[in-house]
């Protein structure tokens, strides 16, 4: 689908009621309002709700169009949404508090935990090789494993052991253990630590910490993350009084009916099928704003540490340094990629403002968002428009920066 501007936006003009709001203008704030109103009558979703935290205030959270793909329902703020890879950013940052822990390095190899992986060999174009060393935990935290996405990968013969093998639960579902023992048998696109690509790296992770923790994924990140956040409208899935309440996509989004049969949320996985770590979430705007918040502030959230101000460091640091690989289909230019997160590296390079530093991440369905510690803000845009998912995240981005005016 190829996005459609309305003809003309209204350019924010100062007046003089304009007012300062934790830095930002009223008057740019509500230019924000409008143009996101703008893009549902340009088609680009059926609704959104979008927020900014900014020095600890919540400065803008507005629910904007319909949360129906028939434009019949108002959004709410209270609106379920499908957080896709944004439920990477929870599950690494419950890995990092296993970390802290001592329950495992970032160097150890996955083997330790998943024997079901130590045959593994790499993809070359002379035949597949052994590994140069084995694939660490930092590795599945930062992508640099050397597994695909069969969607993304180069490799035609990997793609298709990919799909054979059911191993990202596409169509049909299949159990923790039976998808492990099958990725044993295909080898890696890369050798690990050498190169960057997006792949079910989070959802492996989320297997090791059920096999090392010895509980489910979702009890694990339920225990350590969403219920001491509060973040009580996070779930796999939804029952289907709450199905009622989540977001969306238009019907004639030709990615939609694709996307509905791999992303199987309207039952219970357990025992069926294997919780993805890097894909599995539904959640609510203020649930993830919480989220949001203990990152911003560096670990901390309503008097509750849940990880160290250096580990938080850590993770919004950037791990690739001479490495081959991109994250420019997600982030445009000028990222690389931390523990969960990308990385802004440079100003000239991105396609819309920020600051060096700044961490995002973003949901195939069209929800994303971004931490810039430097200015102390969090954003968040939450959308069900797979198809203008890349135009949405930087618009919003765009907006936001636009109406920060004051330092």
Do not use: C
């Not at 035949?127 to 597994?147: E, K």
């Not at 939450?382 to 198809?387: E, F, I, K, L, T």
């Amino acid at each position: 689908m190829k996005p459609v501007l309305p003809k003309k936006i209204p350019v924010p003009t100062l007046v003089a009621n304009d007012r300062l709001v934790q830095g930002f203008s009223s008057v740019r704030l509500a230019h924000l309002t409008g143009v996101m109103q703008a893009q549902v009558e340009a088609g680009m979703f059926p609704g959104a709700v979008t927020a900014i935290l900014h020095r600890n205030e919540l400065v803008h959270f507005e629910a904007h169009g319909f949360l129906d793909a028939a434009r019949r329902t108002p959004m709410t703020k209270n609106a379920l949404f499908r957080l896709a890879s944004m439920t990477k950013p929870l599950v690494t940052t419950v890995a990092m508090m296993m970390v802290e822990q001592g329950v495992f390095s970032m160097q150890d190899p996955i083997t330790h935990w998943l024997p079901e992986l130590k045959d593994l060999t790499v993809e070359t174009p002379d035949g597949d090789v052994p590994l140069v060393r084995p694939i660490w935990v930092q590795d599945l935290m930062r992508h640099t494993s050397g597994f695909v996405y069969s969607g993304t990968t180069h490799s035609a013969r990997i793609k298709k052991l990919y799909e054979e093998h059911n191993i990202e639960s596409r169509v049909e579902d299949i159990s923790a253990d039976e998808m492990l023992r099958n990725l044993g048998k295909i080898p890696l696109a890369h050798q690990p630590g050498t190169f960057w690509e997006y792949s079910i790296s989070i959802d492996v992770l989320g297997l090791l910490l059920e096999r090392v923790l010895n509980q489910p994924l979702d009890v694990i990140v339920a225990q350590a993350l969403l219920e001491p956040l509060g973040m009580k409208d996070t779930t796999w899935w939804v029952t289907p009084e709450q199905e009622k309440n989540l977001a969306q996509t238009l019907d004639d989004d030709p990615l939609k009916l694709g996307m509905l049969k791999s992303y199987r949320q309207h039952y219970n996985p357990a025992g069926k099928s294997y919780f993805k770590g890097g894909a599995g979430l539904i959640g609510s705007t203020a649930d993830y704003l919480r989220y949001l918040q203990m990152m911003i502030n560096r670990g901390e959230f309503e008097g509750k540490r849940y990880l160290s101000r250096k580990s938080v460091e850590l993770m919004l640091s950037q791990h690739t340094v001479g490495m081959a690989g991109t994250t420019i289909a997600n982030t445009g230019p000028g990222y690389g990629f931390g523990l969960g997160f990308a990385i802004r590296q440079g100003q000239g390079m991105g396609w819309v403002p920020g600051s060096v530093g700044d961490a995002m991440w973003a949901g195939v369905w069209g929800t994303s968002f971004w931490l810039d510690p430097n200015e102390h803000l969090a954003a968040v845009i939450m959308a069900q428009g797979p198809s203008n998912k890349t135009h949405t995240r930087m618009l919003f981005k765009n907006l936001v920066y636009g109406a920060l005016v004051a330092e």
